[in-house]
């Protein structure tokens, strides 16, 4: 059984001031969706011991964290820790088995994907998700569509409801564009963009809707170092204007992004704290590298030492959840 460990309070404020950036360099937002009301509106995002199984297979063990408005909380473990389960858990894919997720103070129990503008909450995917017969203006321009007023009779007849609001969702998924600099795409189809490009009009995609809270499932993937950077920056920028909850496997992109950092493994929560705090914690090393173990050496000159410790074995980027039976890719159980 992995330990849980609660490190050291006081991460939440922990480089907020010089890592805002200037404030010129993000739009103002007007949220779309629902207003909160009630004493707990200024609340974010709380998961209390949330479990998901999924027949015999446990994904996610009594998950518990807290992303503060105005926050960006990592969220990192190793393949198959049950980061992908968790976003969608919170985003309406899955159903827990048992534990709460709440949203600025209201519980979500049976929202869905469609849900999700209404709620102020938007997500990226690991691939970019891209519709392929769109051009990249209307592929943006759909992200606003959960959230519009015209109903289906004025769209369809093309009332001036519909055409104005089709204009003005136009003209600021055209400004997002320029603002993540892939304005001169506008009117190409995804298929013929680079890859970091495409990256950018994905984020616009879940921008455009104005959230409170943005999920970014691994939004470095595939990134070049200079547009890492970039991404970094814009994140810390964003922090301005809602929450942010990020899973990424670029440490160098967590640690200089994130207030705070949640660590799973097992599907089960083993850290969380400040990036310094997780970085010095002794659970994050098993998780990733594995507990150390004895070998013996059977006379081989190449093997190691009598009695060394060397790293367990474990797949890739460290330990997994298919120690306990998990199988399957990392969007599977996390």
């Not at 999924?54 to 990592?74: I, K, W, Y």
């Not at 129990?109 to 769109?134: E, K, M, S, Y």
């Not at 209307?138 to 769209?155: F, I, K, M, R, T």
């Not at 997994?320 to 599977?332: K, V």
């Amino acid at each position: 059984m992995v330990r849980r460990t609660q490190l050291g309070g006081g991460g939440e404020s922990v480089g907020r001031d010089n890592r805002s950036g200037p404030a010129a360099s993000t739009r103002r937002l007007r949220h779309r969706g629902v207003a909160p009301t009630g004493p707990d509106a200024d609340a974010g995002l709380r998961v209390d011991e949330l479990t998901v199984r999924f027949g015999g297979l446990t994904a996610l063990d009594q998950v518990s964290l807290e992303v503060a408005p105005h926050e960006v909380v990592g969220l990192i473990g190793p393949n198959g820790a049950g980061k992908t389960t968790l976003f969608n858990a919170i985003t309406g894919f899955v159903r827990p088995t048992h534990g709460t997720i709440t949203w600025q103070g209201r519980p979500l129990r049976r929202h869905r994907a469609h849900h999700l503008g209404r709620l102020g909450i938007a997500r990226t995917l690991q691939g970019v998700g891209l519709w392929p017969g769109l051009t990249v203006l209307e592929n943006v321009a759909c992200g606003a569509q959960p959230s519009l007023h015209a109903d289906l009779a004025s769209a369809l007849t093309g009332t001036w409801r519909s055409s104005h609001e089709e204009g003005r969702v136009n003209e600021e998924a055209a400004t997002l564009l320029a603002e993540l600099g892939v304005a001169e795409w506008a009117n190409r189809l995804p298929g013929a963009l680079p890859y970091g490009v495409q990256k950018r009009v994905a984020l616009a995609r879940a921008l455009i809707s104005r959230p409170r809270l943005l999920l970014l499932d691994e939004p470095a993937s595939g990134l070049s170092s200079a547009d890492m950077e970039e991404l970094s920056g814009r994140i810390r920028r964003l922090r301005q204007e809602m929450s942010v909850l990020l899973v990424e496997h670029h440490m160098d992109l967590v640690m200089a992004t994130c207030d705070r950092i949640v660590v799973l493994n097992f599907g089960e929560v083993v850290a969380t704290g400040t990036p310094a705090e997780v970085q010095a914690s002794p659970e994050v090393t098993v998780a990733y590298l594995g507990e150390p173990v004895d070998v013996a050496v059977t006379g081989s000159p190449a093997g190691p030492p009598v009695g060394g410790a060397v790293p367990a074995a474990t797949e890739g980027a460290g330990g997994s959840g298919r120690a306990r039976g998990q199988t399957g890719s990392d969007d599977a159980a996390g």
